[in-house]
């Protein structure tokens, strides 16, 4: 009898045993996969600024197109192409080398130039300066109209879709730019592109304006040469269609900024009067943090080196 009992002990001793170990190989064998799956994941994030992993059905023709200057020391830029409404538009792209190198996530600036159809047009070299003075990726649309891309210049109209659909790809399609602290840079009529942009897109979070315009009333009135340019790419002049006029000009709903806003605009800018910046920043100082620096002479859409800093130091302040 008590051997009975003591054989049915180690019978149950040794099954337990054998369960035990048919655990820890079933465990074993479940943590393989594991470590393949970090490894691949790790795998891909050296891949992160590989631009051919971004090309996609909605961005394509990524190029690199280095000038091969001093420049090429600082970033690597690139030009594109995506879908806006259909519309095929001509982007740029220039990513610091130093953020490059950390293989994570860096924040950006869009730049939105100025000019109109072909005139003052983004090329090759437009962003990388840019790029080097504010030490972050830099972006920029070509919108409809204008280079390479197709369409037309509405001057604020239509295509400021081009803006706000770059940004869209931005925040979902370039996984390399963190969207913290999203900045928009206007120049000259940039600034048409980029105030209003702002007031319908929460995702703007600083906006810097060189010589931006923001009163196209104004603009129409001041220059002569201008009023055939807005006539044909707005379609009307302010008299047949105010509000065209109105939603395209910032100054006339400034409360609705609510973003730290740092203006550069010389005095004596035959382009863009500084009166505009002037009014739009006596506006915008009661609502939001707004750092307006002027110059005395007669520049335009220019930021002089002794403030490159200041630029710098603005991006990063908290």
């Avoid at 001793?13 to 054998?18: E, F, H, K, R, S």
């Avoid at 070299?125 to 790029?131: F, L, V």
């Avoid at 863009?272 to 739009?280: K, R, T």
Wanted: hydrophobic share 35%; glycine share 6%; aromatic share 10%.
């Amino acid at each position: 009898m008590k051997a009975t009992r003591l054989f049915s002990i180690i019978s149950a001793i040794a099954i337990v045993l054998m369960s035990f170990a048919a655990c820890q190989s079933e465990k074993s064998s479940r943590a393989e996969p594991t470590y393949q799956i970090e490894a691949t994941t790790a795998a891909e994030e050296s891949k992160l600024y590989d631009m051919e992993n971004y090309e996609s059905s909605e961005v394509f023709d990524i190029v690199k197109v280095n000038q091969g200057g001093k420049y090429d020391e600082v970033c690597t830029t690139y030009r594109f192409f995506y879908l806006s409404d259909g519309l095929k538009i001509e982007g740029y792209l220039s990513v610091p080398l130093s953020v490059e190198k950390t293989q994570k996530p860096g924040k950006c600036v869009m730049f939105n130039h100025g000019g109109n159809r072909d005139f003052g047009k983004l090329e090759n070299y437009t962003t990388a300066p840019i790029c080097a003075v504010c030490d972050r990726i830099v972006i920029a649309s070509q919108y409809r109209g204008c280079g390479g891309s197709e369409g037309e210049d509405h001057f604020g109209g239509d295509d400021l879709n081009d803006v706000i659909k770059l940004i869209d790809l931005c925040e979902k399609h370039f996984s390399f730019i963190d969207m913290d602290d999203f900045c928009v840079i206007g120049a000259s009529r940039g600034g048409v592109m980029t105030y209003p942009a702002a007031r319908k897109d929460s995702r703007i979070k600083r906006i810097i304006a060189l010589s931006a315009e923001c009163d196209l009333f104004e603009a129409y009135e001041a220059r002569d040469d201008m009023k055939p340019v807005l006539k044909e790419t707005i379609g009307f002049t302010p008299e047949e269609k105010p509000e065209e006029y109105k939603k395209r000009s910032a100054v006339y709903w400034a409360d609705e900024i609510k973003i730290p806003v740092l203006m550069f605009h010389a005095k004596q800018d035959k382009q863009v009067s500084y009166s505009q910046a002037e009014n739009l920043y006596e506006k915008l100082k009661d609502n939001t943090d707004c750092t307006f620096i002027t110059y005395d002479d007669d520049s335009h859409a220019e930021v002089k080196p002794e403030d490159y800093k200041t630029i710098r130091d603005w991006l990063n302040q908290e």
